[in-house]
């Protein structure tokens, strides 16, 4: 079945730095979506993006989907200790396919 | 006050024991899911559904057995076949397939 990777698996961050977590298909994707998960929650959707090199904003989040429709990233600046959590990505094109997500853990 | 439930919260059963996990949704969405989720593993679908009174296997189905007789309702039982039952359950729903999935808050089932 179709396989969505992500990179990192796991990423340490600083408090107030910048980091970027990605997502990579094999094949082109109707659509890409953002997930986040809280340590001990459940996973909540954030945002999805449907057109080739589309770029989306939610305050420090920045998504963008590639020209090509089989790669995405999430970029976060000014990383905060509310940032903890696991991100998903989820693709596909007649049924979802999530990654394993990428574990951010922040130093204060 | 719309969206996903899942009960309980929490689960304990004896090995050997089949054990029916609840979801219910009041989002109207036609299709449900089942994922497990272990420790660095992300979510691995189990069963989904997209139409009362179907369902197709997921990718790791043997063990688990549902049904889905209401729009609203998506139970999962877990068998004595399952080898490895001890993991998080998360149910979704979502209005179609490929589309944003709703998750419920899950159900953490620990078989002794």
């Known amino acids: 079945g179709q396989q969505v990777m992500q990179i990192p698996q796991y990423q340490h961050v600083q408090e107030g730095e910048d980091f970027t977590t990605y997502c990579n298909s094999s094949?082109?994707?109707?659509?890409i979506q953002w997930y986040k998960q809280r340590p001990g929650g459940h996973p909540v959707f954030l945002i999805q993006l449907v057109k080739s090199g589309e770029v989306k904003k939610q305050k420090r989040l920045t998504f963008q989907f590639g020209e090509a429709k089989k790669n995405s990233s999430l970029h976060i600046t000014a990383t905060q200790t509310t940032d903890v959590g696991t991100y998903f990505c989820?693709?596909?094109?007649?049924?979802?396919?999530f990654g394993k997500g990428n574990q951010v853990v922040v130093i204060p | 006050d719309g969206g996903i439930t899942q009960s309980p919260k929490y689960l304990f059963r004896k090995e050997g024991q089949n054990v029916t996990l609840s979801c219910e949704q009041n989002l109207n969405h036609d299709a449900m899911y089942w994922y497990r989720q272990d420790p660095g593993q992300g979510l691995r679908l189990i069963y989904y559904s997209q139409i009362v009174n179907d369902f197709q296997k997921g990718d790791i189905a043997e063990g688990y057995s549902v049904s889905r007789e209401k729009k609203e309702s998506f139970p999962l039982t877990v068998t004595s076949a399952q080898k490895n039952p001890t993991a998080f359950y998360l149910c979704?729903?979502?209005?179609?397939?490929?589309?944003?999935?709703?998750f419920g808050p899950g159900t953490r089932l620990t078989v002794l």
């Open positions: 979704a729903s979502s209005r179609g397939l490929a589309v944003p999935q709703y």
């Open positions: 094949t082109t994707l109707s659509n």
């Open positions: 989820a693709g596909g094109n007649n049924r979802l396919a």
